[in-house]
């Protein structure tokens, strides 16, 4: 697992990293604020909850960002050298996917706990 976070990149793997835990981050804070009664409705926690998503589709794009500048890279490093095997471009190809998947991980976890989260802020509220 370490292997695929230094193959997709430190940096977009770290900021991938970062918002994934202020994803979760937030979830746990907003859940507990209204639990607690910190948060006095329903409809503010729910729309609160929404933020947590957002923060998950923001690491998608970043992911998908992260795939790009790669690939724009790669492509670069290709037209300067001419002759360039297959096997080595779809090589690039499979380690530019890494930070994508990683984005798309995360958002898939953040609509999860948004789900569920939401499931839960329901069934307390009645």
């Not at 804070?29 to 209204?34: E, G, H």
Request: aromatic share 12%; hydrophobic share 55%.
């Amino acid at each position: 697992m370490k292997d695929l976070f230094y193959m997709g990149g430190p940096l977009f793997m770290g900021i991938l990293t970062i918002l994934f835990i202020a994803m979760l981050a937030w979830y746990v804070v907003t859940y507990l604020a209204y639990r607690s009664g910190g948060i006095p409705d329903e409809k503010q926690a729910l729309i609160k909850i929404s933020n947590g998503r957002s923060l998950g589709l923001f690491a998608m794009i970043t992911g998908i960002l992260g795939q790009l500048i790669g690939l724009y890279q790669a492509f670069s490093a290709i037209e300067g050298a001419g002759d360039v095997s297959p096997a080595l471009v779809m090589g690039g190809l499979k380690v530019s996917m890494i930070t994508t998947i990683y984005g798309i991980i995360i958002y898939l976890i953040s609509l999860f706990i948004w789900f569920l989260l939401s499931v839960l802020i329901g069934k307390t509220s009645r």
